[in-house]
């Protein structure tokens, strides 16, 4: 199923459900689209790659022909300040809803009442395992597997990779961070692994307290980035000090020639 089939007949704001930052397509639908539009797609069991933009994969895509090709055939969701900022100056409007995986994917289990099959691969070695007892307190009508860890060799992605063919979860989690997960994706899954692929990022660090969530007031402040920051300097730094002002450039000088 295309991305614009996925949209059609979703409530737009000034006719369009998609809203283009840089030269990534982002689409534009409130939470409770998104959530009742997935659940319908895992249903009918097609085949879907989701990822969540923030103001990071919008300037990686800007920097990688490659990564902005694989992010076209995904149905890409919102995440996060920089890009609600980025649709108010390109478009006039903000995105419907903030979706930022962390958040959304939890939801989107809690709001299935089928039981489906979930599995996890990504992170550390033994990660995925603490999220995975998360997952099923938060949501234990779901069978969740954990199918490995995210720095496997070669011979043994190509034994994972069979079993997600014998197994063919529901819903696969992918937590390997941009734009690895989404290059992976793209690249090893199709319909024969499972039916939806979602690259999540540090979903299951948070899942699994490895990493604290920003209070609540700073997440509705949009601000979990700063709270990132603040405790992972060293590895976010260039990511937040350098890539905000690059992002925001990089709008205001799409805005000025119409060109990303």
């Known amino acids: 199923m295309s991305i614009i089939t996925l949209l059609n007949g979703v409530k737009t704001q000034r006719g369009r459900a998609v809203l283009e930052i840089g030269h990534v397509r982002i689409a534009s639908l409130s939470q409770t689209d ?8 895992l249903e009918k069991a097609e085949h879907l790659n989701l990822a969540f933009a923030n103001s990071h994969v919008v300037n990686v895509a800007a920097d990688d022909p490659a990564y902005r090709a ?14 609600e900022l980025g649709a108010r100056i390109l478009h006039g409007v ?31 070695m033994g990660v995925a395992e603490r999220a995975c007892a998360t997952f099923t307190r938060l949501a234990p009508h779901h069978a969740y ?6 720095f496997q060799t070669a011979a043994e992605e190509a034994a994972m990779l069979e079993r997600l063919e ?3 979860p529901d819903l696969l989690l ?16 199709d319909d024969c692994h499972c039916t939806v692929a979602a690259g999540v990022g540090a979903l299951f660090d948070f899942m699994a307290g490895e990493m604290p969530r920003a209070p609540l007031w700073l997440r509705q402040l949009k601000l979990e980035w700063l709270f990132r920051l603040i405790n992972e300097p060293r590895r976010l730094w260039r990511r937040y000090i350098l890539g905000n002002p690059r992002f925001m450039l990089r709008v205001l000088r799409q805005r000025m020639t119409g060109r990303p």
């Open 34 to 41: 998104a959530l009742t539009r997935l659940g319908m797609h």
């Open 94 to 124: 903000p995105f419907r809803d903030n979706l930022n995986g962390t958040d959304f994917i939890p939801a989107l289990l809690s709001s299935i009442l089928p039981s489906l099959k979930v599995g996890l691969y990504g992170a550390r």
């Open 145 to 150: 597997h954990v199918f490995g860890h995210g």
């Open 166 to 168: 014998a197994e063919k």
């Open 174 to 189: 992918v937590a390997c961070g941009n734009p690895r997960q989404e290059m992976w994706i793209a690249s090893k899954l």
């Open 70 to 83: 694989v992010l076209a055939g995904f149905l890409v969701l919102p995440d996060g300040i920089g890009v």
